[in-house]
């Protein structure tokens, strides 16, 4: 059964039966809202960025987006950059999986954000999620809805966290500015 995410809300990724899981998907979907006007069609198509910031305590340590989509131990690894987005209504636009077994001890917190990089704002897309799978059964664990509007061009969605053997996922949904991970960097770090 899947958790309709609120901001700041927690849940933990311990499976049903008592045991963890091994393999998660973030996935993102959108649609690029329709211009309102005489004609009502839209001239830009929308380019939502899914990213993954790998941190050691405080540190960042490592980056999956769309320039570096694998990160360097291959636990975490992007499915590759949707350009024009789509699906927004249930399948995934953009995907990274995170082999959480694979995870290196040493890091502890896995933050994912969503970036505008085309610029637009979230009022100019529509049907925008992040959502939570577990990569093992396909069962969706979490969902958190962009809702609209707003002048944001990022979102820090959430994060998952080490605690013990397993991990814990929260909720973040803090609007930000910024069309790459990069410009996005500095808003994170109030969320570790």
């Given at each position: 059964?899947?958790?309709?995410?609120?901001?700041?809300?927690?849940?933990?990724?311990?499976?049903?039966?008592?045991?963890?899981?091994?393999?998660?998907?973030?996935?993102?979907?959108?649609?690029?809202?329709?211009?309102?006007?005489?004609?009502?069609?839209?001239?830009?198509?929308?380019?939502?960025?899914?990213?993954?910031?790998?941190?050691?305590?405080?540190?960042?340590?490592?980056?999956?987006w769309f320039k570096?989509l694998v990160s360097?131990?291959?636990?975490?690894?992007?499915?590759?950059?949707?350009?024009?987005?789509?699906?927004?209504?249930?399948?995934?636009?953009?995907?990274?999986?995170?082999?959480?077994?694979?995870?290196?001890?040493?890091?502890?917190?896995?933050?994912?954000?969503?970036?505008?990089?085309?610029?637009?704002?979230?009022?100019?897309?529509?049907?925008?999620?992040?959502?939570?799978?577990?990569?093992?059964?396909?069962?969706?664990?979490?969902?958190?809805?962009?809702?609209?509007?707003?002048?944001?061009?990022?979102?820090?969605?959430?994060?998952?966290?080490?605690?013990?053997?397993?991990?814990?996922?929260?909720?973040?949904?803090?609007?930000?500015?910024?069309?790459?991970?990069?410009?996005?960097?500095?808003?994170?770090?109030p969320y570790l």
């Amino acid at each position: 059964m899947s958790v309709n995410l609120s901001k700041g809300q927690a849940i933990s990724l311990q499976k049903s039966d008592g045991g963890t899981l091994k393999s998660v998907r973030m996935g993102l979907g959108w649609q690029a809202a329709p211009r309102r006007g005489l004609f009502g069609s839209r001239t830009r198509e929308i380019d939502l960025d899914a990213s993954a910031v790998l941190f050691a305590d405080q540190q960042a340590v490592g980056a999956v987006w769309f320039k570096q989509l694998v990160s360097d131990d291959g636990s975490v690894r992007h499915t590759g950059d949707n350009r024009v987005g789509g699906a927004g209504q249930g399948g995934d636009d953009e995907s990274i999986l995170v082999d959480l077994a694979r995870v290196p001890v040493h890091i502890n917190q896995i933050v994912f954000t969503v970036n505008s990089f085309t610029g637009q704002t979230f009022a100019e897309v529509q049907n925008a999620f992040c959502r939570l799978v577990d990569e093992t059964t396909g069962q969706e664990l979490a969902r958190y809805t962009l809702t609209g509007g707003g002048s944001a061009t990022a979102q820090i969605m959430a994060k998952v966290t080490r605690q013990g053997t397993g991990w814990s996922m929260q909720a973040i949904g803090e609007p930000s500015q910024g069309r790459t991970i990069q410009e996005l960097a500095p808003a994170i770090v109030p969320y570790l």
